[in-house]
């Protein structure tokens, strides 16, 4: 089996047919094989119509001069360096040839320093454009598995928060096949535990940046799906909440997801048994501080005070507080009531 030609292969237009003789003796010897052109047509001709690693490019052609190939063949050149030849007083013709497109100039002397020269400017040029297209392979394969990454990472949310419908939709059937009323809210409870992880994935589905959740975006959906759920006070309660756009990891989060679900899950039992009232919920950040506050002015809450229930929702706060190495707090506001403020230093990246 013949074995491929791996030679460089170099366009040389030259119209000096003794000097293009003697570079392809020269540049045969040196491992290149060469593609002669006499004219700026004919160079153009065999550029557009030969795959070749590099042009030489005299300056003054039959038909013209060098720089009208380069103007002809415009972006092209940039794949393909060229090796601009000039004579020895002719600077600015090799400025502007290195201006329009070339990537590099030699000299012609009748010297023999000449073609050695020409040949180390050829395996630069060579050298520097393989590394270029290496290096474009390289970032663009990187890029196609990023969006593939990126791709398999969306689904699977899409995925996962689809599957968590599911149990919740399952849970929803479940309370209404139950009679107590304890075990009603016990189910209804964790089903919005079950929400708040499936509402943070349905929005990294829906994000452009899947390392990131924008939490006016999750934790207001999250709310207005509570708002809508089963664990509504039998007295009117208003809900309003005001969000700023504040950047996190899916982690961070989920965190405060969880949070929140318990702590309104509390307001929406506890806050106003009789008349009911308003639920406020508010994230702001300043300074890098970060605060998510829910705010009633019901019966008022004590923390040191035993809980009403199974006390679960109190250790999930505690676990998420310290994942998220942020505090909760209760106060009482002046007119009564009470504040639940969860507090979190931002990375420099949120906010």
């Not at 040389?12 to 006499?38: C, H, K, N, W």
């Not at 590099?104 to 002397?109: I, N």
């Not at 890098?288 to 002015?297: F, G, N, P, Q, Y």
Request: hydrophobic share 40%.
């Amino acid at each position: 089996m013949t074995e491929p030609d791996t030679r460089p292969r170099i366009l040389y237009i030259e119209d000096d047919e003794g000097l293009a003789a003697l570079a392809r003796r020269m540049f045969t010897r040196q491992g290149f094989e060469i593609v002669p052109a006499s004219t700026v047509a004919g160079g153009l001709a065999r550029f557009r119509d030969e795959v070749v690693d590099a042009v030489v490019l005299d300056h003054y052609l039959p038909d013209g001069v060098g720089m009208d190939f380069l103007h002809d063949v415009g972006s092209l050149a940039e794949h393909v360096p060229i090796v601009y030849v000039t004579a020895s007083d002719e600077a600015k013709v090799a400025i502007e040839a290195l201006t329009g497109g070339a990537t590099d100039y030699v000299v012609k002397t009748v010297g023999e320093d000449f073609f050695p020269l020409l040949t180390a400017a050829l395996n630069k040029a060579i050298g520097t454009a393989r590394l270029k297209k290496d290096k474009e392979r390289s970032e663009h394969l990187l890029l196609v598995a990023k969006e593939r990454a990126e791709l398999m990472l969306a689904e699977m949310n899409h995925r996962i928060a689809n599957s968590l419908s599911l149990v919740s939709a399952m849970i929803r059937m479940q309370i209404q096949a139950v009679s107590g009323e304890e075990t009603k809210d016990a189910l209804a409870e964790t089903q919005n535990r079950i929400s708040a992880v499936a509402e943070l994935h349905r929005s990294l589905y829906t994000s452009d940046d899947v390392a990131e959740v924008d939490l006016k975006s999750y934790l207001g959906s999250l709310i207005a799906s509570m708002e809508n759920g089963s664990l509504r006070s039998q007295e009117p309660i208003t809900l309003t909440y005001r969000l700023e756009r504040i950047m996190v990891s899916a982690d961070k989060a989920v965190a405060l997801g969880v949070i929140l679900t318990e702590v309104l899950t509390n307001a929406f039992k506890y806050a106003y048994p009789s008349n009911g009232g308003e639920i406020r919920v508010e994230l702001a950040s300043a300074d890098d501080v970060c605060r998510l506050s829910v705010e009633d002015h019901g019966i008022g809450f004590d923390p040191a005070s035993k809980p009403r229930g199974s006390g679960l929702g109190s250790k999930l706060i505690k676990a998420m507080a310290s994942n998220l190495a942020a505090s909760v707090d209760y106060t009482r506001p002046p007119n009564g009531g009470t504040i639940a403020t969860i507090t979190w230093n931002a990375v420099p990246n949120e906010s």
